[in-house]
């Protein structure tokens, strides 16, 4: 009978340790927990009841291995009653680790508002557009929020080799075409931002003209420069606004009302 104690000791230790041990650095096998992030903050988001016209949301990126300053960021973000959401604004990892995708949304999932994340170019790295897929869901989508329509855009070109048509045209057509009634107008969120190296510059003129053709498109949003800017590329009066990484301690805070908007930098 003891010749089969210490096998059958070594299999309960096998079958009570399988939680700790990772088979793949991109493993997509992930509880319920971890999937449709997106759509899931999405549908929290859509059943607030505006008392208003103004919407006011949190814009930040770039969390990628700055773990404690986002402790810090949802912190400081808790202790405001004006926020109605959060956007990532990408690179949420290094990368593109199914752990590290975890430990981030853990910090933030801490925050009182619902938050969507948008994909960037560290998050694409390995299989990490795959792990991306798998926690977030689609890498663009939109929601309708106050007559306001928020666009996301996977705009990470070179991450994925030009082999993917990046910006997705076909969405953004299809997205032009829907809801024309719902909203008044419209913000845009990239995490790259037309003119850098990473966007398929041989498109952003097209890019634009279609952006231009959402119902009153108010400004854009981006953060893969790591620093706070504000650019007409273009140079038609549509603005590009940067903001800083995680790191440095800042996030933005948009104010939205009918045809206007302004912003302020805050520090933690």
Request: proline share 3%; net charge negative; aromatic share 16%.
């Given at each position: ?211 231009r053709q959402f119902n009153n498109p108010l400004f854009a949003i981006h953060a893969h420069a790591h620093v706070r800017m504000q650019n007409d590329f273009f140079k038609d009066g549509f603005i590009y606004i940067g903001c800083d990484d ?23």
């Open positions: 009978m003891k010749r089969f104690l210490l096998p059958l000791a070594f299999l309960l230790l096998v079958l009570s340790s399988c939680e700790l041990i990772e088979y793949h650095p991109y493993d997509v096998s992930l509880s319920r927990k971890y999937s449709d992030l997106n759509q899931k903050s999405i549908s929290r988001i859509l059943a607030k009841s505006p008392t208003n016209d103004t919407i006011r949301f949190v814009f930040m990126g770039d969390t990628q291995r700055s773990y404690d300053e986002t402790v810090d960021f949802v912190r400081s973000v808790n202790r405001r009653r004006d926020v109605d959401f959060v956007i990532h604004g990408g690179d949420i990892t290094d990368f593109g680790m199914t752990k590290e995708y975890i430990w981030i949304h853990d910090i933030m999932a801490k925050l009182k508002v619902p938050y969507v994340a948008i994909i960037g170019n560290h998050d694409i790295l390995g299989h990490g557009k795959e792990v991306y897929k798998s926690i977030y869901g689609d890498y663009n989508f939109s929601f309708i929020y106050n007559q306001t329509k928020f666009l996301f855009l996977n705009t990470n070109a070179l991450e994925f080799d030009y082999s993917t048509p990046i910006p997705d045209f076909g969405y953004i057509r299809a997205e032009l075409d829907q809801d024309r009634s719902l909203y008044n107008q419209t913000i845009v969120a990239m995490h790259v931002q037309p003119f850098d190296l990473e966007f398929n510059n041989n498109t952003a003129h097209y890019f634009q003209d279609l952006i995680i790191h440095d301690r800042n996030y933005l805070v948009f104010t939205v009302t009918k045809n206007k908007y302004s912003y302020e930098v805050v520090y933690f």
